[in-house]
């Protein structure tokens, strides 16, 4: 199993080019199944889960290629109607074909995702969506199995924003009959995304970008090509890098990306004393000779994003004073504080909230990556700790990170891939 070795203390700057969003591209893969014919999706990323949804649709009869970012499907072919266990136990964004499958054909049987519970698990923001517009949905050996003559539409109102559930049924919606009215939608990037991809390809939206979308149906839709958006968490997690490992005054610009998205961090960037600039495309970190103790609370965006929650935590670690950072997505995601305190740092949870002294010397040691963003914790405070830090199971960073490591080496990190053993 691969790891990464990391030599930590070499100082970075320079310019790396930020990848295309995997969440949106998570979306706007299954939205081809809306219309026959062939879609090019430009800025996809090369991706564990980009592969993994590849490999779902191709079991459905999709054919699909992907090279130097482009992303080409041929949808005309689509024969089945089952997305299976062995693909969406790996990705819980599988759901997603959920309601494209309901939507044109007015059948699917989904596999729930992995861990997922009846009733109040995420999952059944999705279910309830389905029945709202008309569909007959039961659960059948672990199956979501629905069917529908043609979806009407209807009013729905989510009680807790969703961002996989307003996706799944704004694509439902967009072939049902009637209007149907999002209450409470998502308004992250990825759903604004989705919805305009929808609405090229002939879909009637209106309040794109607003917590309330308005869809009138469509009998057809057409298929149309589109550029995937910047990665906004990748993008925060380099300018988090350049606050870390950047020598004082050092600079590290990021190119292909959206500051608008990223406008939370930046925030608190600023405030620990880093000092940013921003353009048409890109962003631009100057490390501060000191870093300042920051508090900060996840929320759903345009809050600061619970996926930047851990990064933030290894900053933290080094900052003068103590900071405290809750977590209000999702209360039990601290997984990677005790990997953290095993290279130096000094934190304490409680409930959602996490207490770090800051201002402790980090050494290098061995630890152990337990899901994306603790991955990605763990290998910026590989890279400001001193001596060498092994990070096991990157598996996980292979998920949402492209090529992390030969990005982070350009900029001057010594940072290796290399097979290593279980933990």
């Known amino acids: 199993m691969d790891k990464f070795v990391i030599q930590g203390g070499k100082p970075i700057s320079g310019t790396v080019r930020i990848s295309g969003a995997k969440n949106a591209s998570l979306a706007l893969m299954p939205a081809t199944i809306l219309a026959p014919g062939t879609f090019t999706l430009l800025n996809t990323p090369t991706l564990r889960d980009i592969t993994t949804m590849a490999r779902l649709l191709e079991s459905m009869g999709v054919k699909s290629s992907h090279a130097n970012h482009a992303m080409t499907i041929d949808s005309s072919q689509l024969s089945r109607f089952e997305a299976p266990y062995e693909h969406v136990k790996r990705m819980r964004a599988s759901i997603y074909v959920l309601g494209p499958l309901l939507g044109r054909y007015g059948k699917a049987k989904v596999s729930m995702p992995g861990g997922c519970a009846w009733g109040p698990r995420p999952v059944n923001l999705h279910i309830e969506g389905m029945k709202k517009l008309g569909a007959e949905v039961e659960l ?242 590989g890279l400001a700790a001193e001596g060498t830090s092994e990070v096991l199971r990157v598996y996980h960073l292979d998920r949402g990170y492209e090529s992390i490591e030969k990005k982070l080496h350009q900029l001057g990190a010594d940072i290796e891939r290399v097979k290593g053993e279980e933990f």
């Open 140 to 381: 059948k050996g672990g199956y979501i199995v629905a069917s529908a003559k043609r979806l009407k539409g209807a009013r729905i109102l989510f009680d807790v924003s969703s961002v996989g559930a307003t996706g799944n049924v704004l694509m439902a919606a967009v072939l049902a009959k009637g209007i149907t009215t999002i209450e409470n939608a998502a308004i992250e990037p990825e759903i604004t995304a989705l919805a305009e991809f929808l609405q090229s390809m002939g879909a009637r939206i209106q309040g794109i970008g607003t917590s309330k979308l308005e869809i009138d149906g469509a009998d057809t839709l057409h298929p149309r090509n589109v550029t995937t958006i910047p990665d906004r968490i990748e993008a925060g997690t380099f300018l988090v890098a350049g606050a870390m490992a950047a020598k004082h005054g050092a600079k590290i610009r990021l190119d292909q990306c959206n500051p608008d998205h990223l406008s939370a961090v930046i925030a608190k960037l600023e405030d620990a004393g880093a000092e940013l600039s921003c353009g048409s495309g890109f962003i631009e970190i100057k490390a501060p000779v000191e870093i300042n103790a920051v508090d900060v609370s996840t929320a759903i965006y345009p809050g600061f994003p619970t996926d930047m929650q851990a990064q933030w935590i290894a900053l933290m670690s080094l900052a003068k004073g103590t900071s405290v950072v809750t977590d209000n997505i999702y209360h039990d995601r601290f997984m990677h504080v005790p990997e953290l305190n095993r290279l130096g740092a000094d934190v304490t949870v409680r409930d959602n909230t996490a207490t770090v002294v800051g201002g402790k010397k980090l050494t290098g040691a061995k630890v152990m990556s337990t899901d994306l963003r603790a991955s990605a914790s763990l290998i910026l405070a």
